[in-house]
């Protein structure tokens, strides 16, 4: 229970981010949406290193699907 009369449920629940704590995740979402996009590339122009760095065709395939926010 709220002990603050003042202050309703939805107050009480809602996360309050720092503009540097945003910064932080949306430099990460990025940081994921470049590396994913670099890695579809590899696989299209060199396919051959995807064998290189040690993951299978599956592997890169169901990373470079998932969305940029997931980890």
């Not at 945003?22 to 122009?45: A, C, G, N, P, V």
């Not at 995807?50 to 599956?58: K, N, S, V």
Request: a negative charge; aromatic letters at 12%.
């Amino acid at each position: 229970m709220n002990d603050n009369p003042t202050v309703g449920p939805a107050e009480v629940s809602r996360r309050h981010y720092s503009l540097v704590t945003l910064r932080s995740i949306f430099t990460t979402w990025d940081e994921r949406k470049h590396f994913r996009w670099e890695l579809e590339q590899m696989s299209k122009d060199n396919p051959h290193l995807i064998d290189d760095i040690g993951l299978t065709r599956w592997q890169v395939e169901t990373e470079i699907a998932k969305p940029f926010w997931q980890v």
